[in-house]
């Protein structure tokens, strides 16, 4: 019984890859977001290609620490990143950060989409149950998630998160 239950949850586990990995063949396939691609994005239905580079790691912009220095637990927090795609409904970036840990103390403001291009991901939850991602994962870290979060490695990690909520907390343009 244990072994069909494993297998279930590693079918449900590939099944999500692979639903991710369609979702930016067949219907987000775009380059970084240029104006000519924000109007078309606005004006007609088209395909847009992600951009290689930025999805590989290559040139990406060095961002804002948004940790407090207060919750990290160990390592250095220097967040780098690009917005690949935003449309009507949704946000889509790469992210990347150097090995560290940190407190996430105030709940998860989003429903986020996460799959791990490079390095591991280690999330333990508030009840203290440790969940572990390699290259290939992917996850939702839903709304209201605390606890520990930890990049190991070079981690990158491709999100994607609803327009509404996104500019709820960053802001539209």
Avoid: C
């Avoid at 009507?88 to 989003?110: G, H």
């Amino acid at each position: 019984m244990k072994n069909s239950v494993a297998k279930i949850k590693q079918k449900r586990s590939r099944l999500l890859y692979l639903l991710g990995v369609m979702a930016l063949i067949i219907g987000l396939e775009s380059t970084t977001m240029s104006e000519e691609s924000k109007d078309q994005s606005k004006n007609a239905a088209i395909p847009v290609r992600l951009d290689t580079d930025k999805v590989a790691g290559i040139g990406l912009s060095p961002g804002e620490p948004f940790i407090a220095p207060e919750d990290i637990i160990e390592g250095s927090h220097r967040p780098r990143g690009d917005m690949l795609f935003k449309g009507e409904q949704l946000v889509m970036e790469i992210f990347e950060d150097n090995a560290a840990s940190y407190k996430i103390n105030d709940p998860f403001p989003v429903d986020e989409y996460v799959l791990v291009m490079s390095g591991k991901l280690v999330l333990t939850d508030s009840q203290g149950t440790v969940h572990e991602y390699t290259q290939g994962d992917s996850l939702v870290v839903p709304k209201g998630f605390t606890g520990i979060w930890k990049m190991e490695g070079n981690y990158r990690e491709l999100i994607a998160i609803d327009r509404k909520s996104y500019d709820e907390i960053f802001g539209s343009e």
